[in-house]
């Protein structure tokens, strides 16, 4: 092989290995833009799950864990290495002990262009942790779903948030308005004569008391709106419009707690993911018992070297070596035993998060079914509220009755509003929380 062409080799093989070494460029992130549109609860979560810091964070990890399995494989690609010297050099003859040669060499120029190369030709514990290391990046993408699924659940979360808030506003803005007519109808009565002025006063302080709780409503709803924008990753001056109302929406999930505890142990990412890392450590531990096993190699290297460039000439080695391996302080029995331990304990691990996965679910379908009656319940408590506020709102005009009944009367209404917009928000947070406990928070469009 002559001087050009083992030069041009070295070249190919170092812009290769600067290829392969060149990280891939990060994806772009996606602008942040405000929905097109009314904003629904399903939006809310779906934009959690795919704009979530905490799920962005995941899926970068799961990059990493995707490069973690290009660095294993490596172990049983060729290795190539190029290089070339040049020396000037003088020789002790005497050394070599030739009893026609000695002295010492006058100074001479040496070239020397070596391509060098390995291969793992057979290493059984290699090819077992470069599949462990596959199943690492199955369990890091399962984390991705998982966490993207705990932030879709959060946004669902924001979002039922600034809908009870809302709904406390105009609960708040209704009592405000009933307040002062029932303020005016005490003016007017004391005017008259027919009440006494502690009436207007009572009157008074009531409608003030409203007043200050709807200015607290206001800014417990603009708190939870920018709550909400930070969920999804939006800025913090975002208009948002919200669609959904504090109703009683079908929830699309299996009703027997036994089928919905099955559906949620095949649809839950978290138990599928420490599944596969079980399935890490049984590799792991194989692949440490594999390392008594013996191993193939093969290395070489072709050489040209001269004193001229012009001269030089080509030389080479090739040899396939075995090593078997046969005792190092018992290094490698102690650490299959550690990872038998390891592997045990993940084991638990696994067994435990099933029963947490399947107790999750069965504790979702109660919490749906509560829910609903507790806003059943509510809807007839503030219905009679309601009710007792018009009656007494009567008997005070009448003149048959003061301000305390029609103020306590009010009382109850507030009362059983925000007992029946705490129930709605109650029986939406059971439906998002029921679409993760069974694992399909991915699967909402």
């Known amino acids: 092989m002559h001087a050009p062409l ?13 290829e392969a070494q ?22 809310a979560v779906r934009l959690g799950r795919e704009r979530g810091v905490s799920a962005a964070i995941a899926r970068i990890n799961l990059r990493a864990a995707e490069a973690r399995v290009g660095q294993r494989r490596a172990d049983l690609l060729p290795t190539l290495n190029g290089g070339g010297t040049f020396s000037r050099q003088t020789l002790n003859l005497d050394e070599f002990g030739i009893p026609f040669a000695t002295g010492v060499t006058p100074a001479f120029n040496l070239w020397r262009l070596r391509l060098s190369g390995s291969q793992t030709l057979f290493d059984l514990s290699l090819i077992t942790r470069l599949r462990a290391q596959r199943d690492s990046a199955i369990a890091a993408g399962l984390d991705a779903q998982a966490a993207g699924e705990l932030a879709g659940a959060t946004a669902g979360i924001a979002y039922l948030s600034v809908l009870s808030a809302e709904e406390t506003v105009r609960a708040r803005e ?4 009933v307040a002062a007519d029932l303020l005016a109808q005490a003016r007017q009565l004391v005017e008259a004569g027919v009440s006494p ?32 924008l930070r969920t999804l990753d939006l800025p913090p001056g975002t208009e948002l419009r919200l669609a959904d109302s504090l109703g009683l929406e079908r929830v699309g999930i299996p009703t027997d707690p036994e089928e919905a505890a099955r559906f949620a142990r095949e649809h839950r990412a978290e138990l599928k993911a420490e599944a596969a890392r079980t399935e890490v450590l049984r590799k792991t531990v194989r692949a440490a018992r594999f390392e008594n096993l013996p191993n193939l190699a093969a290395t070489g ?3 040209q070297s001269a004193r001229g460039l012009g001269d030089l000439a080509g030389s080479y080695t090739v040899q396939v070596g075995l090593t078997v391996p046969i005792l190092d302080g018992f290094r490698r029995q102690t650490r299959a035993r550690e ?54 709102e009567e008997r ?38 029921a679409y993760r406990a069974l694992g399909i928070i991915d699967q909402l469009q």
């Open 339 to 392: 990872l038998d331990a390891r592997l045990e304990a993940q084991e638990l691990r696994l067994h435990d998060l099933g029963n947490q996965v399947e107790t999750e679910a069965r504790q979702a379908l109660l919490d749906v079914a509560s829910a609903r009656q507790q806003v059943a319940i509510a809807e007839d408590r503030l219905r009679l509220a309601e009710q007792e506020l018009s009656q007494a």
């Open 22 to 43: 060149q990280p891939a460029p990060p994806a772009p992130a996606a602008p942040a833009r405000a929905p097109q549109g009314p904003l629904t609860l399903l939006d």
């Open 197 to 228: 002025a502690i009436d207007q006063t009572r009157s008074e302080v009531s409608f003030a008391a409203v007043r200050t709780q709807l200015e607290v409503a206001r800014n417990a709803r603009n708190r939870a709106r920018l709550d909400l």
């Open 301 to 303: 290297y072709y050489q």
């Open 6 to 18: 083992l030069a041009a080799l070295l070249a190919a093989s170092a812009l290769l290995r600067a």
């Open 174 to 177: 209704a009592d405000s308005v």
């Open 396 to 433: 005070f005009r009448a003149g048959v009755a003061g301000s305390v009944e029609t103020t306590n009367a009010q009382s109850a209404v507030i009362a059983a509003r925000d007992a029946l917009i705490q129930a709605r928000v109650g029986y939406g947070t059971a439906r998002v929380n």
